[in-house]
């Protein structure tokens, strides 16, 4: 089994929404099992804040986690055009993989939620992407063969999934879902290839 591993932020909950789709589209190749893990926040001396393991929910990534992994999907929510602060601070973490190249040759891809149309998703997502190329990954998008990408009104980008997730926390749209569930399959089969 080829674990692909999802890790996130997620302040409000959409982005961890996205996260399950994305895994359902990796657990529907039967070679690939979907592994998410979520970020603590981080206090303003870019500390951790949080427990070391969450009382409930997603467990919180490790930098172990990475080393062992088929394939590397990255979530955050768009702060200023950016990823969000948690996120950041975890990747900052990776040195010691960056130097084993332990991440050398694997698929990566990303997604995001922000609140507005126009609040920056392709920007987060390449600020997520440019430590996966440190790395050595090989970064993928979703092709426009995702028929998604030519019909959506809200979220999905070529660049990644992505969600406009509104004031309220609006509901992921069909294809908003089908962009993620689409990333997910996409990672999972190029994770089998290079195998």
Same mark, same amino acid.
Request: charged fraction near 15%; charge should be negative.
């Given at each position: 089994?080829? #674990? @692909? ?15 399950? %789709? @994305?895994?359902?589209? @990796? ?20 500390? %951790? ?22 394939? /590397?999907? !990255?979530?955050?929510? *768009? ?8 996120? #950041? $601070? ?13 991440? @050398?040759?694997?698929?990566? *891809? ?8 126009? *609040?920056?998703?392709?920007?987060? !997502?390449?600020?997520?992407? !440019?430590? !996966?190329? $440190? ?13 998604? /990408?030519? %019909?959506?009104?809200?979220? &999905?980008?070529?660049? *990644? ?5 509104? %004031?309220?926390?609006? &509901? /992921? ?14 990672? &999972? ?7």
């Amino acid at each position: 089994m080829h #674990k @692909i591993l999802i890790v996130y932020y997620s302040r409000h909950g959409s982005v961890a929404r996205m996260a399950e %789709q @994305i895994s359902l589209g @990796i657990d529907s190749n039967e070679s690939c099992e979907a592994v998410i893990r979520s970020l603590p926040e981080v206090s303003a001396s870019n500390t %951790q804040s949080e427990a070391t393991v969450p009382e409930e929910g997603v467990p919180y990534a490790q930098v172990s986690d990475l080393e062992n992994c088929a394939g /590397l999907i !990255l979530g955050s929510p *768009g702060y200023f055009g950016n990823m969000a602060a948690p996120m #950041k $601070h975890f990747l900052d973490q990776t040195s010691r993989l960056w130097l084993s190249g332990a991440l @050398i040759g694997k698929p990566g *891809g990303v997604f995001t939620a922000t609140s507005s149309q126009h *609040g920056g998703q392709e920007t987060v !997502l390449t600020s997520m992407m !440019l430590p !996966l190329l $440190h790395h050595g990954m090989l970064v993928t998008g979703i092709p426009y063969s995702e028929p998604a /990408l030519n %019909q959506t009104s809200t979220g &999905a980008t070529p660049y *990644g999934a992505s969600h406009v997730a509104g %004031q309220q926390g609006q &509901a /992921l749209s069909d294809h908003e879902i089908a962009a993620c569930r689409a990333l997910g399959r996409r990672i &999972a089969e190029i994770a089998c290839r290079m195998s």
